[in-house]
């Protein structure tokens, strides 16, 4: 008979350097690209006025009933959020965080 463990800690949110999650996979870690900025903010805003059009269109509470439209609204907010960390780790580029995750970082996940 196997015995079967799972550690915990496999499944948490930390990784050794945070600093990776809002950069992007072509650049050098230690540079933070503006052209990375404005595709996270383009594409937030683009998500953000997809969705406001499409249930400003709808018009009726129903809009918020459909999984296909609760779905698109949680990645839009995924996009937001993401956007969020890309533009404060571009403001503050001095700020290195290392450890656990940061709680917007978590929720992002």
């Not at 996979?25 to 683009?46: D, F, I, K």
């Not at 907010?77 to 503050?92: D, Q």
Request: a positive charge; aromatic letters at 14%; one cysteine or more.
């Amino acid at each position: 008979m196997v015995k079967c463990t799972v550690d915990r800690a496999l499944f948490s949110l930390h990784h050794p350097d945070v600093n990776l999650f809002h950069s992007s996979e072509w650049s050098s870690p230690s540079a933070r690209p503006v052209w990375y900025l404005v595709y996270r903010v383009t594409v937030a805003l683009l998500m953000v006025c997809g969705v406001l059009a499409h249930a400003i269109n709808t018009a009726n509470f129903k809009w918020f009933i459909y999984m296909t439209n609760q779905g698109i609204t949680l990645l839009t907010l995924h996009y937001v959020l993401y956007a969020l960390i890309v533009l404060s780790a571009t403001l503050r580029p001095n700020l290195v965080i290392y450890g656990s995750l940061p709680f917007i970082y978590k929720l992002s996940w």
